[in-house]
């Protein structure tokens, strides 16, 4: 009997949980490493171990058992991963291409060296040396080079008062871009090159916590811009040149310009309504990467949007409001994540909408904002 190719995968997370329910059809095994031992991914894996993920020798023990090794969030050991795929072990994203991109400061000189339209932007170390740039790039954004996620690690800045309120450095400062709508898409890149991208998805940002509060799909925008999203999103990930999922963010400009923002080498919050919406999830999609299956069908198969359930009111153990309601609405599908605890802002699951045209999917997102939440029992 041919034993199964068995996954490991660094981080534990609502994303590695999505993956894990996708992973389970195929009877997959996917051992899970995260420092939280209450992970969402804890009671799916078929292994689950707890571990720093920034600790090179501690993921090279967790993974050399496994023939496939892929993340679920930026913040992992690149040595490990440059060690297990000496070992022969089959990594996704290639270390090189997640180097390049937990740094945010690598990733715009990146774009910068392949061509690729992206905002101007400084790289810096000290606030002082903000100060000297901002009469350039202002008005502008501050942002981590590295360690940022769901919105930490970035500030919007105007002049040098903002920045008793900045963390520290190293920073990418960054001219903030007059914008219209921000855009994501999903691009595959299989390992012998082929590349297939999802439609572009519409964001739209809650100002208070810095993430994504909604987003549909597809994005109202013209065919020829969206034709130009596809093709400045497999531009980027044709430029790492290595298999597996690009999320590719975009700013479009008031003046009808797109940038791209950054990247993300792994399932992202953007892509969450394929797994209602298309034939082939990202979850699918990646899983297919890794195995080195054909790539799946991205057609969108009916407009959808994706809502962000963040906790309110406090700290505690979570209680989720309104879903009877909720799910009386056709079309209407809630993901729970499993954390143990919510706390303000903090991503706790999310609804997906699916309706014929963007009239339902603006009633669907109504009926989630005003009657579910996420709170502390």
């Known amino acids: ?111 910068r060296e392949h061509g690729i339209p992206s905002a101007p932007f400084a790289l810096l170390d000290t606030k002082d040396e903000v100060i000297t740039h901002l009469e350039r790039l202002a008005p502008a954004f501050l942002k981590a080079r590295s360690g940022g996620y769901d919105g930490k690690g970035v500030m919007a800045i105007r002049g040098p008062k903002d920045l008793d309120k900045a963390f520290e450095g190293p920073y990418l400062l960054e001219q903030g871009v007059d914008i219209e709508m921000e855009l994501a898409l999903l691009v595959l890149r299989s390992w012998s090159g082929e590349q297939l991208v999802y439609d572009p998805v519409e964001m739209v940002f809650d100002p208070r916590f810095n993430l994504v509060d ?25 430029a790492f040149a290595a298999p597996g999922l690009y999320a590719v963010e975009l700013f479009l400009s008031r003046s009808g310009e ?12 953007s892509g969450h309504h394929t797994i209602e919406a298309c034939a082939s999830s990202q979850f699918d999609q990646l899983l297919r990467s890794y195995m080195k299956w054909p790539l799946g069908d991205a057609t969108l198969k009916t407009p959808a949007a994706m809502i962000n359930l963040v906790g309110e009111d406090g700290e505690g153990a979570p209680r989720a409001l309104g879903l009877q309601e909720l ?51």
């Open 258 to 269: 797109l940038w791209v923002n950054e990247t993300a080498p792994r399932a992202h919050n």
């Open 1 to 111: 009997m041919v034993s199964k190719p068995t996954i490991a995968l660094l981080g534990g997370g609502q994303l590695g949980r999505m993956f894990l329910e996708n992973a389970l059809r195929y009877d997959i095994p996917v051992h899970v490493l995260d420092p939280d031992p209450n992970a969402p991914c804890a009671a799916l894996a078929t292994r689950f171990a707890v571990g720093d993920l920034s600790d090179a020798r501690t993921v090279v023990e967790f993974a050399t058992g496994a023939d496939v090794v892929g993340i679920e969030i930026e913040h992992v050991s690149v040595d490990a991963l440059v060690e297990l795929k000496r070992l022969g072990k089959t990594v996704v994203p290639d270390p090189e291409v997640l180097r390049t991109i937990k740094d945010k400061g690598l990733q715009k000189e990146f774009y």
């Open 327 to 377: 799910l009386g609405h056709h079309g209407t599908f809630v993901h729970l994540y499993g954390k143990a605890r919510t706390r303000t802002g903090r991503k706790m699951g999310h609804v997906t909408v699916t309706a014929p045209d963007h009239a339902g999917l603006d009633a669907g997102i109504a009926l989630t904002r005003a009657c579910c939440k996420v709170v502390p029992a």
């Open 214 to 238: 909604h987003l549909r799909a597809p994005a109202r925008i013209s065919a020829e811009l969206a034709s130009k999203a596809r093709e400045l999103a497999e531009r980027v990930a044709s």
